[in-house]
């Protein structure tokens, strides 16, 4: 009974220095001593992912890391799709189509989804719901493939934004040493010596950092062997064929950002990953779903045809155990989660409704043409969840008054939220996210197109017109 308390607290302490680390700021002389006390519990299990539900530790941390997880992956959608379709999207739009993108992947993944990485990530947000019941994890531990090692795995730890010059940091393990997978252009006997070179280099250098050294002049070393291995390409490589430029791929997207791994910014927190992969692996989902959630991973493309058979058993495991968390969901009773704002009773009924209000623009029309600041909403009928409407406003190009149909999207039970959709995107056009304020009022900002084409933003206040008895109901 004593040696289980002596782990159980042991493994407690390793699990809240761990909560310490902060990305590329480990605390790496605790670090060291309590993951040397830790080990002595190794029969509880390589990160005691019940251990530490059970304890509730870092649950908060846990639940923003879901949600930066899930802006991260909204703010990418949203410069991708800016990118296609050569328009401004709002970051509501973007979170709406991440949704929906979530959705079919959980459901209906491609190969390519799969490949990318984008399905995986989807279910590891879903595992790492800090609400689900810790005891719908006990025995329920799905096994990962006996062929999966986290040093064949390709993570990578991305920014909260997306930009086109964004830094991210690779994790590819199974690059920072003789378990590279070469082309096979770069295994002829013409790169012997490059190969050896990178391999012997960045695994001495490893071996420093993970005695905790730092030797700045075998970093130089390992550096020279990159820039010796890129020269070879040049003239070693014919660029008929694209051997060349696949060959120069292969030196900066794989061996080059792994090796940034090792940067001052980074170096203290990638020791600590290094140090929990050398001798100890991930043997089941929830292991692995600990070791990504303590250093704050996503899954990276698969590029290898090691990683590339790996991620489909990968995701079948993983979808696998969300089924037998029933989804990996938080089970809830009837009125868990509900607090008083959510209680309340729907909001007073807008069919029939009218509203009017001044708006004003921020951007793309000068104050001067708007010689008509009005706007008014009227709400007809109700459709598929979604209110049918129209809406009226000065159009500044043409000096008269447009009106467009649209939808109103109203807010949930004790949400505040409304959305205003034309239905019908003409030349110049407007859509508004805002509120719905307790007493019928619409604060809503607009984005669109100009007469000319050009972007417009502003804002408007509705006020709901009172309505004769028995309408708007």
């Known amino acids: ?182 082309p096979l252009f770069f295994q002829s006997p013409e790169f012997e010596t490059e190969r050896t070179e990178y391999i012997n280099s960045v695994t001495k250098f490893k071996a420093g950092v993970l005695d905790s050294k730092y030797d700045s002049n075998q970093k130089r070393v390992l550096d020279e062997s990159l820039k010796k291995l890129a020269s070879k390409i040049e003239v070693a490589l014919d660029d008929k064929g694209g051997f060349r430029a696949e060959g120069r791929r292969f030196h900066k997207e794989k061996l080059t950002e792994a090796v940034k791994l090792f940067d001052g910014s980074n170096i203290d927190w990638s020791r600590e990953i290094l140090y929990d992969t050398e001798k100890y692996d991930a043997k089941n989902v929830p292991q692995l779903v600990a070791f990504m959630r303590q250093y704050r991973l996503h899954f990276a493309e698969a590029d290898t045809s090691r990683s590339n058979k790996l991620y489909g058993e990968l995701f079948a495991a993983l979808k696998k155990q969300a089924s037998e968390l029933e989804g990996g969901r938080p089970r809830q009773k009837p009125d868990a989660g509900r607090n008083a704002e959510e209680r309340k009773p729907p909001m007073e009924p807008l069919v029939g409704g009218k509203w009017s209000g001044k708006g004003r623009y921020t951007k793309g029309v000068k104050r001067a043409d708007l010689t008509d600041d009005v706007w008014e909403l009227t709400i007809g009928k109700r459709s598929e969840g979604k209110f049918e409407g129209e809406i009226s406003y000065f159009g500044t190009g043409v000096h008269k008054r447009l009106t467009f149909p649209v939808a109103v999207i109203l807010p949930k039970r004790g949400s505040s939220e409304i959305k205003i959709e034309m239905q019908q995107k003409r030349r110049q056009y407007q859509n508004f996210e805002g509120h719905l304020e307790e007493d019928g009022t619409i604060k809503a900002k607009f984005t669109g197109v100009g007469a000319e084409g050009q972007e417009v933003e502003g804002d408007v206040v509705l006020v709901r017109q009172r309505s004769r008895r028995g309408e708007g109901r």
């Open 1 to 182: 009974m004593e040696n289980h308390k002596f782990a159980k607290l042991l493994f407690t302490l390793v699990i809240l220095a761990s909560n310490q680390l902060v990305f590329g700021q480990a605390r790496t002389a605790e670090g060291d001593i309590l993951r040397g006390q830790g080990r002595l519990a190794e029969g509880a299990g390589w990160y005691n992912f019940n251990t530490a539900r059970a304890n509730k530790i870092n649950v908060e941390a846990m639940r923003n890391y879901n949600e930066e997880v899930r802006l991260n992956y909204a703010y990418r959608v949203k410069f991708w799709a800016e990118k296609r379709e050569g328009r401004k999207i709002t970051l509501e739009e973007a979170k709406k189509r991440a949704i929906d993108r979530e959705r079919q992947l959980r459901s209906n993944p491609t190969a390519d989804d799969v490949k990318s990485g984008d399905a995986l990530n989807v279910m590891i947000t879903d595992l790492t719901d800090p609400d689900i019941d810790q005891d719908a994890w006990s025995n329920k531990s799905v096994p990962l493939p006996s062929s999966a090692s986290l040093k064949d795995i390709v993570f990578v730890h991305y920014p909260n934004k997306i930009a086109e010059n964004e830094k991210k940091v690779l994790v590819a393990l199974s690059r920072l040493g003789k378990d590279v997978e070469w």
